[in-house]
């Protein structure tokens, strides 16, 4: 069965920096498109970052351009999100999603994790 498990979340002071962690295994981890959305209470799930399953084309979300970076290593069937100059209004959880699809990445990914809590205080 496919698992998703995100990990690195936690508390940070604004200004401040955090790695997320995604494991996938139960599927061709090179053969898929990967992305982190986020949510917190109350609003709608909003894409934050995107990467081709080729490591060759990322795309971001206005809100975290300049400050997140995604990237992966297939290596360790492994998605990564750098947050850096961390806001409070970055303050959600964070989750990793997964689709052979770029279109269906976007809008409703395949497979998705549980999530990771991360809140950055002012």
């Known amino acids: 069965a496919q698992q998703v498990v995100e990990s690195g979340g936690g508390s940070v002071q604004a200004g401040g920096s955090l790695r997320l962690s995604c494991s996938i295994s139960g599927l061709t981890f090179a053969d898929y498109n990967l992305g982190w959305f986020r949510q917190s209470p109350g609003k709608e799930r909003d894409g934050v970052a995107y990467i081709h399953w080729s490591g060759g084309q990322t795309q971001y979300s206005d809100s975290v351009k300049g400050r997140f970076t995604i990237s992966r290593d297939n290596s360790k069937n492994t998605l990564y999100l750098q947050m850096s100059r961390l806001k409070p209004e970055d303050t959600a959880k964070y989750y990793c999603?997964?689709?052979?699809?770029?279109?269906?990445?976007?809008?409703?990914?395949?497979?998705r994790g549980q999530g990771t809590q991360v809140t950055v205080s002012s």
């Open positions: 999603a997964a689709d052979r699809t770029w279109a269906k990445l976007l809008t409703r990914p395949t497979y």
